[in-house]
């Protein structure tokens, strides 16, 4: 089992940064692809970004490319989303993810995180 925990959220203006973070514990998840996922108030939740299990790969997005920076740590069973610039649209609840595969869907990965707040006013 892997668990996982995010942090780094909260109320910020447009324009701003932020930095997720999402701590996994049980299992090491340097084996796993993992993920970026959101979900707005009565929104589907949609991809972000996601990282191959070396790091060496990311996918983001396109509503996010070129703001957003997805990274990991394996040696600190960690991952990292990079939010600059952000915008009124990117409010929502972000949650981390791992999955076995390469996936941009949610049916895709295997463990969640229970998420953190993501408020951004104009």
């Known amino acids: 089992q892997v668990h996982l925990v995010e942090s780094g959220g909260g109320l910020v203006q447009a324009g701003d940064s932020l930095r997720l973070s999402c701590a996994a514990s049980?299992?090491?998840?340097?084996?796993?692809?993992m993920g970026w996922f959101r979900q707005a108030p009565g929104k589907e939740r949609d991809f972000v970004a996601h990282?191959?299990?070396?790091?060496?790969?990311?996918y983001y997005a396109d509503s996010v490319k070129g703001r957003f920076t997805i990274s990991r740590d394996n040696a600190k069973n960690a991952v990292y989303l990079q939010m600059n610039s952000l915008k009124p649209e990117d409010t929502a609840v972000y949650y981390c993810?791992?999955?076995?595969?390469?996936?941009?869907?949610?049916?895709?990965?295997?463990?969640w995180g229970q998420g953190t707040q993501v408020t951004v006013s104009s």
């Open positions: 993810a791992a999955s076995s595969y390469y996936s941009t869907q949610p049916k895709g990965y295997s463990y």
């Open positions: 049980g299992r090491t998840v340097s084996s796993f692809a």
């Open positions: 990282i191959i299990s070396s790091g060496g790969y990311t």
